[in-house]
């Protein structure tokens, strides 16, 4: 007869002292006794000098990280893996990879050939105003171009797509075709379809591609994070995730391919389950977690469909509200009153100022005062909307890095004056308003050293200064994606500090961040990334 069995042996937790040539913990501890710590399994056991920690931990492996200065890891508050993980399966049709008319006809031309019989020619990250002139394409040029294929080809922004007729027919969009509410098809002068689907009316398209494998995106998000990884991420918000994104999520942290820390907000359309399941966001792990609902107000900043309370530069055209004020109302009871967060996307004056009544509204008949719902990009603002985000206690998660990269048109759609009170870090800061760091990646880069290089300098890619006014120093840019994007997901007391208790994550870098010519914070190169004291890369 078998005795009971035996209880199980009890999990060992490797411990590691880490040394470099100097580290900001962005914790108050910096200096030249700080410049080592140890960890225990994946978390930060202690801080000090390598040999006093050497004593506390004599049996610790050692690892050098030499000439290295190390940071908390970088943490990207709003951006879209899932996203990216379909779209580099497909072209790349971004000004990096096609600067001319003539090279993006090419780049479709070759893909066209490719594409077995009853597939889509899918392309994303195309910026008309730098590789068109401004001038986009429509059905009519793609429908040449590809063959008659379907083709879907998506502006920078992500919220308006150029269509094939091809694709127009599959989706069952016609010259008579009525828009969707909160969406818009583009007409020529005669009134016809010219391909140009707005906000809600891509939703008609997408649905009626075919759907990729799950294999196959998950081999894009190893890409994907391979690229994050790179540029010194370690967590990462996903600000778009649907049941297919759901799905990736949870098969890759099942198969052990999921080396990103991810925060979720979760489609508003999804959020019915969630509350009958008598859930609520913020379950989930320090590795897969479930932070947020999202929902939208207007369109996009670079892609010139936000809701503004002055009409862009030139023109009569005040953007699109892609939410009605009632369904916004609803929505934003509806998650409130559950004990849940929101994210909700508002870029423009109007859609803010239409954001805080729904959120005023919500707080008054349910107080709650620990909500600290976000507004996602937050990028026009007036005195009077600092105020009423400061008394509701919100989170502001503006780009980082869309001076630098978007500036041009910025500045031609914007003007000079509205440009001082978009993306207007140094003001949301100034009010105590928690402020996380974003790139909304794949719609401005993912890059968190450019980022910072653009929040400090306010330089375009020609060198002309955009919202100067709006400048912060380098010790707040590193903030933004260390410690605000940390307390942005009520992460603070484990992330964005290197600090006993906290998430071993972190960044080695080849120079420092705080001390480095701010306009060549980009240049900083990532030597490694770890996160949970594992390297992630490079890969060994």
Not at 485 to 507: I, M, N, T
Request: aromatic share 6%; proline share 6%.
């Amino acid at each position: 007869m078998s005795g009971p069995t035996p209880p199980p042996e009890p999990a060992v937790h490797p411990v590691r002292i880490f040394r470099a040539r100097r580290m900001h913990s962005m914790a108050g501890d910096t200096g030249p006794d700080r410049h080592a710590f140890a960890t225990v399994g994946d978390r930060i056991a202690a801080t000090g000098t390598a040999d006093a920690l050497a004593d506390r931990f004599p049996e610790a492996e050692r690892v050098d990280l030499g000439d290295g200065v190390v940071v908390p890891g970088f943490h990207d508050a709003h951006m879209h893996p899932s996203m990216t993980a379909e779209d580099l399966l497909h072209l790349d049709l971004s000004a990096e990879r096609v600067r001319s008319p003539e090279q993006l006809r090419a780049a479709l031309a070759e893909q066209a050939t490719r594409v077995p019989p009853g597939g889509w020619v899918r392309g994303s990250r195309y910026d008309h105003v730098k590789t068109s002139g401004g001038t986009p394409l429509d059905r009519h040029e793609l429908d040449r171009v590809t063959g008659g294929r379907p083709t879907l080809v998506v502006q920078v922004a992500g919220h308006w797509a150029v269509a094939s007729s091809a694709a127009l027919a599959a989706a069952g969009i016609d010259d008579h075709s009525e828009p969707p509410s909160g969406g818009a098809y583009g007409r020529d002068g005669a009134g016809h379809l010219n391909g140009v689907v707005y906000e809600r009316a891509m939703d008609r398209v997408f649905a009626a591609m075919p759907a990729t494998s799950l294999a196959d995106r998950l081999r894009g998000l190893a890409t994907a994070l391979e690229l994050f990884h790179a540029a010194g991420l370690t967590s990462v918000g996903d600000a778009l995730v649907d049941g297919a994104g759901l799905e990736l999520f949870q098969e890759a942290e099942r198969r052990g391919q999921l080396s990103m820390r991810v925060n979720m907000l979760l489609l508003h359309d999804r959020f019915e389950h969630l509350r009958r399941l008598g859930l609520r966001t913020g379950i989930g792990s320090h590795r897969l977690r479930l932070a947020g609902v999202k929902a939208f107000v207007d369109g996009a900043i670079a892609g010139r469909t936000c809701l503004l309370e002055q009409p862009f530069e030139g023109s009569d055209d005040h953007g699109m509200q892609r939410t009605s004020t009632g369904e916004l109302h609803a929505l934003v009871a509806d998650v409130h009153r559950s004990g849940s967060r929101l994210g909700i996307h508002a870029n423009g004056d109007r859609a803010i100022a239409l954001l805080l009544d729904a959120y005023e509204a919500a707080e008054r008949r349910w107080p709650r005062g620990d909500a600290h719902h976000r507004i996602e990009h937050c990028t026009v603002i007036t005195p009077e909307i600092v105020a009423r985000m400061r008394r509701l206690g919100l989170v502001a998660v503006p780009f980082g890095g869309y001076v630098a990269y978007h500036g041009a048109k910025l500045l031609d759609w914007y003007g000079e004056a509205r440009l001082e009170r978009m993306f207007a870090h140094r003001t949301l800061l100034d009010a105590g308003i928690t402020v996380a760091g974003s790139s909304d990646y794949p719609c401005g880069p993912y890059q968190p050293l450019l980022a910072m290089r653009s929040c400090v300098t306010r330089q375009a890619e020609d060198g002309r200064v955009l919202g100067g006014s709006q400048r912060i120093t380098p010790r707040e840019a590193l903030e933004l994606y260390t410690t605000g994007s940390a307390a942005a997901f009520g992460e603070s007391r484990v992330k964005g500090r290197l600090a006993p208790g906290y998430l071993a994550d972190f960044v080695v870098l080849g120079g420092d961040p705080l001390e480095v010519d701010p306009s060549k914070l980009d240049a900083v190169p990532v030597l490694e990334t770890w996160v949970g004291a594992q390297r992630v890369w490079p890969r060994d």
